[in-house]
């Protein structure tokens, strides 16, 4: 009885071993992923830099799909984690305009210490085929899409930012949410193409500002026009 006893109770930390494991790997493969800018996975090099066997990997994980799922379910779970966090702070909402900004700058610090999370999320569509796993569509209230949260938050925020008269009513919160998202990724795809040698927090801040200063006029108020002069 005494040893059956000892080993019952040994269960629960080995279990806790291989969970601990499992997100070794997965951590691995985000910074394979960052280093590579793809997303095909070498189970090989996966294993030598987690410092274990590549048979051991599927000791952790039955198949190669299921390690893509890990890989993807908890991508969405990090940026979830952090918006809600950002978001959270109710007292951020009275000024929607300056939240939405900060959203964005938030996620693109996150890109910067995680950028293999976020091109997991970029291509997620790819890697959920592969993983056998269904997406869900970007409805904003699917419980772990990171993009779905990501995107009814922006359009919320433009939301309560028109309701508050500080951009024109006619604009639609979708498109916005989109155009965000387009600047987002492709920034961020661009910094790690370029080896990472430029400010992405600049380059978005100016991207940004100059998206939000185009969207602030008015339909009624009169813009002045650009005077352009050729150059004999």
């Not at 494991?21 to 910074?31: S, Y």
């Not at 090099?45 to 590549?54: C, D, F, N, W």
């Not at 028109?162 to 989109?178: A, E």
């Not at 987002?184 to 370029?194: A, I, S, V």
Request: charged share 20%.
């Amino acid at each position: 009885m005494p040893n059956m006893g000892s080993s019952s109770r040994k269960r629960p930390v080995q279990r806790m071993n291989s969970a601990r494991r499992q997100l070794e790997i997965v951590n691995a493969a985000f910074d394979c992923i960052a280093a590579s800018g793809h997303l095909s996975l070498s189970t090989t090099e996966l294993a030598y830099k987690v410092g274990i066997s590549q048979p051991a990997i599927f000791r952790h994980f039955r198949s190669k799909q299921q390690l893509h799922r890990a890989i993807l379910e908890e991508a969405n779970l990090r940026v979830i984690d952090e918006l809600k966090l950002l978001i959270g702070r109710s007292e951020m909402w009275s000024d929607p305009i300056n939240l939405l900004q900060d959203v964005i700058f938030q996620m693109g610090a996150s890109f910067e210490r995680s950028p293999g999370v976020w091109l997991t999320l970029i291509c997620q569509r790819s890697i959920a085929a592969e993983a056998e796993l269904p997406m869900v569509e970007a409805s904003g209230r699917g419980n772990k899409c990171a993009i779905s949260q990501l995107t009814y938050t922006l359009e919320r925020l433009f939301s309560a930012a028109r309701d508050k008269k500080q951009v024109s009513d006619l604009l639609k919160p979708q498109d916005i949410s989109n155009i965000m998202l387009s600047i987002l990724f492709g920034m961020g795809q661009l910094w790690l193409n370029d080896e990472r040698s430029f400010d992405l927090q600049q380059r978005l801040g100016v991207a940004l500002e100059g998206v939000l200063a185009g969207y602030q006029f008015l339909p009624d108020q009169p813009r002045s026009r650009m005077q352009i002069s050729a150059i004999a």
